[in-house]
């Protein structure tokens, strides 16, 4: 038997929908929780991002992109676990990105300094 087939059937083998199933089935509760608070913390980070625009007199129809820009550094502090004048450095790019395609970026600092805590990366 070539080592290519032997590869295939052992990996039928291993990865069956029902074991597949059963494996998802015993981590549902836990991903639904880890979901749950994840969804809490940006939505509270969402709403402080719309409390910003609304101070800087930004329009509703104008939340989206700051938005985008919002999750982005959120989850650059978040998933990437990037803090300091890491997170700075990191969240000036993004700023220029987002002040590239229209954005205020006045505005756009408001957001990283207010929500995040974060000011201008050092010269």
Same mark, same amino acid.
């Given at each position: 038997m070539s080592d290519a087939i032997r590869r295939i059937e052992r990996w039928q083998k291993k990865y069956s929908p029902?074991?597949?199933? &059963?494996?998802?089935? $015993?981590?549902?509760?836990? +991903?639904? !929780?880890?979901? &749950?608070?994840?969804?809490?913390?940006?939505? &509270? +980070?969402?709403? !402080?991002?719309?409390?910003?625009?609304? !101070?800087?007199?930004?329009?509703?129809?104008?939340?989206?992109?700051?938005?985008?820009?919002?999750?982005?550094?959120?989850? $650059?502090?978040?998933?990437?676990?990037?803090s300091g004048e890491s997170f700075a450095m990191a969240s000036e790019v993004l700023l220029q990105k987002w002040a590239g395609r229209g954005q205020d970026p006045d505005v756009l600092a408001a957001i990283r300094t207010k929500v995040f805590n974060s000011p201008p990366p050092k010269p």
């Open positions: 029902e074991r597949t199933k &059963a494996t998802l089935e $015993l981590l549902q509760d836990e +991903m639904r !929780q880890r979901y &749950a608070a994840v969804t809490t913390e940006m939505t &509270a +980070m969402e709403l !402080q991002v719309k409390e910003v625009l609304n !101070q800087m007199g930004v329009h509703t129809t104008n939340y989206v992109p700051y938005l985008s820009y919002a999750r982005q550094l959120w989850k $650059l502090g978040r998933q990437q676990n990037i």
